[in-house]
C-alpha cells in the first residue's frame, strides 16, 4: 500500500492511469471495508431512526409532514455537501476534507440528541447531511481513482454488499432500541459509527490522489467545469437516470414506514422487519450485477435493471387503484423495485465517472451525488401532497410509477445519444 507521501511515479510507471495502491486481496478488502463503512453512514443516517418516526412527531409535538422534512433536510444536505467537498477533494486530496467531514457528522448527531423542537432538529439534520457528504463523494472519487471499467463496477458491487448491511440493519436497530430507550438512542449509535470511521480513515485510508495530480478551481473554473459536465450526455444521462431511480427509492423509504403502521397497521419492529426483506433484496440485486460483469455489458445491466424496476412499481401502482392490494403483495413487489436498484446504481454510477479524467473526478462524483440526493429529497416529498397531508400507498406508488418512467426516458436518451 502506497502512502501519502510515496514518490511520484516514474515515466515507465505512467503507463498505468490509476495508482497502483491496493493490488493484494487483502489491501482490496481492507479498501472495500474502509469505504463502505464511509458509504453507509448515510444510509444508517437516514434510515435507523425511521421506526420511530410515529413517536418522534409525539415527542416534539409535530406534524408527520415535520418529520418528514427531517428527512428531506438530510437529503439536501447530502446534495449541497457533496457540491462543496467535492471540488475541494480534487484541490486537497482526499483524505483532509473527508476526515473534517466526519467529524463533523459526529457532533452532529450528538447535538440531534438534544433538539429541543422539530425546528431545530430539521436544522441539524441539513448540517448533519452537509457532513455526511464527505463520506459519500471522497469514496467514489478514490474508486474512480484506483480502478475503471469492469473492474470499477466489480469494485462498486463489493462495496454495495458492504454499505448495504447498513439499510438492512439499520431500521432493525433502530426498532430494537426502542424496546429499551428512547428514540435519541439511534443518533448516539450514529455518533459512535461515525467515530469508528474518523479512526479507520485515519489509520487505513491511503491518499488517491497524488498531488500532481490535484486541480484547485477558482468559482469561474468550477463553473466551466460544472457546465462542461452537465452538456455532455455520457455524463448528465446515466446521472439523472440515477437520480431518478433514487428518487424512487427515496419514496419507499420516506412513506412506507407511515403506509405500513397506519394502513396495514404493523409495529415498529414488524416494520423493521418488512424494510429489512427488502433491504435483502437490495443486496442480491447488486450482487447478482456483480456476477453479470464480463458477461452482460454495463448498458444492458442498467436496461435490465431499469425495466424490472417499471415493471414492480407500475404493479404495485395497479393493485393500489384496484384497492386490492395485501401487504405481502406490497411487500413481494416492493422488494423486486429494490432488486432492481441493486442494477441500476452501480451501472449507472460507473457510466457517468468512467469517462472523467482524474482531476475533475471528485467534482464529478460530487455534481453525480449532490443531483441524486436534490432529486431523492424533492421526488420523495410528492407522496406527501395528498389532501390528508399524509402519505398513502396510493401516492406512494404513483410518485414511484412517474420517476422509474422518467428514469428509464433518461436513459434512452442518453443511449441515442452516445450512438449519434
Known amino acids: 500500500m502506497q502512502s501519502p507521501t510515496s514518490p511520484a511515479p516514474t515515466s515507465e510507471q505512467e503507463v498505468d492511469p490509476k495508482p497502483n495502491l491496493m493490488r493484494s486481496r487483502k489491501s482490496i478488502a481492507l479498501l472495500v ?3 463502505g463503512v464511509l458509504t453507509a453512514t448515510g444510509p444508517l443516517a437516514t434510515d435507523m ?3 420511530a418516526f410515529p413517536q418522534i412527531t409525539r415527542e416534539l409535538g409535530a406534524t408527520e409532514g415535520q418529520i418528514g422534512l427531517t428527512l428531506t433536510a438530510i437529503m439536501l444536505g447530502l446534495s449541497v455537501g457533496q457540491l462543496i467537498i467535492g471540488p475541494m477533494s480534487d484541490a486537497w486530496g482526499r483524505r483532509g476534507p473527508l476526515l473534517v467531514g466526519v467529524a463533523l457528522f459526529t457532533v452532529t448527531s450528538v447535538l440531534c440528541v438534544f433538539v429541543p423542537n422539530v425546528t431545530v432538529f430539521i436544522a441539524l439534520r441539513f448540517v448533519q447531511g452537509v457532513a455526511g457528504a464527505a463520506g459519500a463523494v471522497v469514496a467514489r472519487a478514490v474508486v474512480r481513482d484506483m480502478f475503471q471499467g469492469d473492474d470499477a463496477v466489480r469494485f462498486f458491487s463489493r462495496l454495495a454488499l458492504v454499505m448495504m448491511l447498513a439499510p438492512l440493519l439499520a431500521p432493525l436497530v433502530g426498532a430494537q432500541l426502542l424496546l429499551v430507550g428512547p428514540w435519541q438512542l439511534s443518533f448516539w449509535v450514529l455518533a459512535g459509527m461515525s ?8 489509520l487505513w ?6 498531488p500532481e495530480s490535484r486541480q484547485s478551481q477558482g468559482p469561474r473554473q468550477l463553473a466551466s467545469t460544472v457546465w462542461s459536465l452537465v452538456r455532455n450526455p455520457r455524463f448528465v444521462g446515466p446521472v439523472l437516470t440515477l437520480g431518478l431511480s433514487f428518487g424512487m427509492l427515496f419514496t419507499y423509504v420516506s412513506a ?3 403506509v405500513s403502521q397506519n394502513e396495514f397497521d404493523v409495529s415498529p419492529q414488524t416494520y423493521a422487519w418488512l424494510f429489512a426483506v427488502n433491504s435483502l433484496a437490495l443486496m442480491t440485486g447488486t450482487q447478482s450485477n456483480g456476477l453479470l460483469v464480463g458477461r452482460v455489458d ?3 445491466r442498467l436496461l435490465m435493471g431499469l425495466v424490472l424496476a417499471l415493471v414492480a412499481v407500475v404493479s404495485l401502482l395497479v393493485s393500489a387503484l384496484l384497492g386490492v392490494s395485501q401487504l405481502w403483495v406490497v411487500v413481494a413487489l416492493l422488494a423486486l423495485m429494490m432488486l432492481s436498484v441493486g442494477f441500476i446504481m452501480p451501472n449507472a454510477t460507473v457510466s457517468a465517472l468512467d469517462g472523467q479524467p482524474a482531476s ?3 467534482t464529478a462524483s460530487a455534481l453525480m451525488g449532490s443531483l441524486q440526493f436534490a432529486l431523492g429529497g424533492s421526488v420523495a416529498s410528492l407522496a406527501g401532497l395528498t389532501p390528508s397531508g399524509e402519505a398513502s ?6 410518485v414511484m410509477a412517474s420517476v422509474a418512467v422518467l428514469s428509464l426516458s433518461a436513459f434512452v436518451w442518453s443511449a441515442r445519444s452516445k450512438v449519434r
Open 205 to 210: 485510508l491511503p491518499e488517491s490522489l497524488p
Open 360 to 362: 475533475v473526478a471528485g
Open 298 to 300: 454495463t448498458r444492458r
Open 195 to 202: 467515530a469508528l470511521s474518523f479512526v479507520l480513515v485515519l
Open 49 to 51: 431512526y425511521l421506526p
Open 256 to 258: 412506507f414506514s407511515f
Open 393 to 398: 400507498l396510493l401516492s406512494m406508488s404513483v
Open 33 to 35: 471495508l474502509v469505504l
